[in-house]
């Protein structure tokens, strides 16, 4: 097959992750109330990018061998 | 409710990318055998989380969270007894026919060992449940939008009445599964259901950890629950000691056994991505991979629904219809939780059932929890993860049903030499006009909801006795084609005799039973005549099957080498090192969830 799954998935999800991650570090702190104080944009953006580019690097690096 | 515009970056990100993904794929989408078997040449891990992704339908996602707030943690027998056994027993015993053989589908599989009109029978009814279940996925997505009125602002902008929501929402996941299943085929469609995987794992997770923090961890969920909800198998003993009304023997029988291993074995939706798999051992894995996710589903899905109903009483509060700036869970007078008591829509006062008590909306229970937890934001992961749900089962029925259409019916019955082009010409064709039975099916199903019950009775009654065919036929070489056939007929028929002459208690003669004219039996629940009706048409199917074929002529043994158990060279693992059997992977799943089991007894 020549895309590996893992490239769109790595794309989507460091896509969402930066989105999540800039918007959880200027959003009004009021809107976490519902989210118990918590700024789970930030949060959860950070381990969506990080889970983007882990799943970027496994799938370039199988095209590249 | 409200969306902002975070969200809908989101949202429109998520639909732009399923679209994408089909139109790279469509250069590698050249010949039939990758349209509609992804080129047999996918790894054993992407086969494995399509396989789940398939089955995450409508009913996963918003219906098991319904039903951990009405029955508890007991839900999760659909998982550990329901599922993880059957998703074993494919992957060691049933693969090597599905793959070995020349059979291009399950029904092919059927015509190969059996003859024409067993795969007739199984290919025509399975072609026309793929359809409908995909047009319920669509209506059932399509209401779900409509009440939580998240696109009202939307079609606001353009002028619309937020009643035209229902067109928006049937039309747009119409257009976005059908571009990416004809671009691309079936890789297309397990790409997207293992992105769809991903998704609904990351819009979950953190609705799970929120919840929990809110209520004290799991030991909060105890406390606050009575006993019942929180023990999978106590009171199994007797059907009123416990939720779900049932005791342990119809649950491991009729859920366990024969319901599990109909579904989980014999359905083409999910045999697919696992025929789809570079290498015999990697089809073999496809479902043993499949079940571990599949094990720790419920704490994503069934957990969100005991959370909801565990929460304090929410305050009542007015209904938002526009102009609201944040987003708020819908509520209304008598819930419990945060769940809201259903409310009659002619008289405007909430529903009771026959004991005075209010009747609760409890597939509200998931979309409540992310309205009730996500801020802005998040609130557009949550979403995606629901869209995900619904389309990655539109999706595997579209794929299932151009698969059966264009090989077991088209090529069978209609024109049987044509090029290769030619089939995938119609495969593309099955996709367009499948898409739009499912359209119609979507549409009727809010005019007729009776009609769409007595169907769904009937697709009840077809696949009860499946399983007792497919396992003679694979582990017996003496059953026969006619027994096949007549054992099937008399299966589908003992599930409606029996369906027909039983009544759960406390329902009335008519669809839910009893229209035979005499109630014989009475169950305590509907899960408890449900699962009773599926042990009784397996049963009689086994027999029938057994019988018939006792008194027809068999096949020649030679025939039937690749088929049947005893007639096919057993599968080498002794290359691969012990741990890397899939023998050790099945043995090692049952293992934990036979512990998860005793965690949860």
Not at chain 2, 470 to 486: S, Y
């Amino acid at each position: 097959m020549g895309l590996d799954v893992r490239v769109p998935i790595g794309l989507l999800f460091s896509f969402l992750g930066l989105v999540l991650t800039i918007f959880g570090l200027f959003s009004d702190p009021e809107i976490y109330r519902v989210s118990l104080g918590i700024n789970v944009n930030l949060a959860w953006g950070v381990v969506l990018l990080g889970f983007g580019v882990v799943m970027l690097f496994f799938g370039w690096k199988r095209r590249a061998s | 409710m409200n969306l902002t515009l975070i969200d809908g970056v989101i949202i429109v990100a998520y639909l732009f990318f399923t679209v994408s993904v089909g139109a790279v794929l469509k250069r590698y989408t050249k010949t039939s055998k990758d349209f509609f078997q992804a080129g047999r040449a996918l790894p054993a891990w992407v086969c494995g989380l399509a396989f789940i992704s398939a089955n995450l339908g409508a009913q996963e996602v918003v219906g098991m969270a319904a039903s951990g707030a009405k029955y508890g943690i007991a839900t999760s027998h659909f998982y550990w007894i329901g599922a993880v056994p059957a998703m074993v027993f494919v992957g060691l015993f049933m693969m090597p026919f599905y793959y070995g053989s020349r059979a291009r589908s399950v029904p092919e599989y059927l015509r190969l060992r059996f003859d024409e009109k067993t795969r007739a029978l199984n290919a025509i009814s399975f072609a026309i449940m793929t359809v409908f279940s995909s047009g319920i996925s669509m209506y059932a997505m399509a209401r779900l939008l409509q009440s939580l009125h998240v696109l009202d602002f939307a079609l606001d902008r353009f002028h619309l009445p937020a009643a035209r929501v229902f067109d928006l929402s049937v039309i747009a996941s119409a257009l976005i599964v059908l571009a990416y299943v004809l671009l691309g085929g079936l890789i297309s469609a397990i790409y997207n259901e293992v992105l769809q995987f991903f998704l609904i794992v990351a819009g979950f997770m953190p609705l799970v950890f929120l919840g929990l923090k809110n209520v004290g961890g799991w030991q909060g969920v105890v406390e606050r629950l009575p006993r019942g909800y929180t023990h999978a198998w106590q009171g199994l003993g007797h059907p009123p000691t416990n939720p779900l009304g049932i005791e342990w023997f119809g649950l491991v029988m009729g859920l366990g056994f024969v319901l599990s291993f109909g579904y989980w074995c014999t359905d083409f939706l999910v045999v697919q991505r696992a025929m789809a798999a570079d290498s015999m051992e990697s089809a073999r894995r496809t479902p043993l991979i499949a079940s571990i996710p599949k094990m720790f589903f419920p704490f994503l899905v069934i957990l969100p629904g005991l959370i909801a109903i565990a929460l304090p009483n929410q305050p009542v509060r007015p209904a938002l219809h526009s102009g609201g700036q944040t987003a708020m869970a819908i509520s209304s007078p008598l819930g419990q939780g945060i769940i809201p008591a259903k409310i009659d829509e002619k008289t405007g006062r909430a529903e009771l059932d026959a004991d005075g008590r209010p009747v609760l909306d409890y597939d509200l229970a998931v979309p409540n929890m992310l309205l009730h937890y996500f801020p802005a934001g998040l609130l557009g992961l949550g979403l995606v993860a629901l869209l995900a749900s619904f389309m990655s089962g539109m999706a595997g029925n579209v794929t299932a049903f151009n698969t059966v259409w264009t090989y077991d019916i088209y090529q069978s019955y209609i024109r049987a030499n044509a090029s290769d082009a030619h089939y995938l010409w119609m495969g593309r064709m099955a996709t367009v006009f499948g898409v739009a039975l499912s359209v119609i099916t979507a549409y009727f199903a809010v005019r007729f909801n009776n009609i769409m019950d007595v169907l769904q009775l009937v697709f009840a009654f077809v696949n009860a006795p499946l399983f007792a065919t497919f396992l003679l036929g694979m582990f017996w070489k003496r059953a026969t084609g006619d027994g096949a056939f007549f054992g099937l007929l008399l299966g589908t028929s003992a599930a409606a005799l029996h369906q027909g002459l039983t009544l759960p208690g406390g329902a009335e003669v008519g669809l839910k039973g009893g229209w035979l004219g005499a109630v014989v039996h009475q169950y305590p629940s509907q899960m408890a005549q449900n699962f009773w009706t599926a042990i009784f048409a397996w049963t009689v199917c086994f027999l029938g099957t057994i019988g018939v074929s006792l008194v027809t002529r068999p096949r020649e043994e030679k025939e039937l080498v690749g088929l049947v158990y005893s007639l096919t060279e057993r599968i080498s693992e002794k290359h691969l090192v012990w741990y890397k059997r899939p023998v050790t992977l099945g043995i090692s799943v049952l293992l934990v969830a036979a512990v998860l089991n005793w965690v949860f007894w």
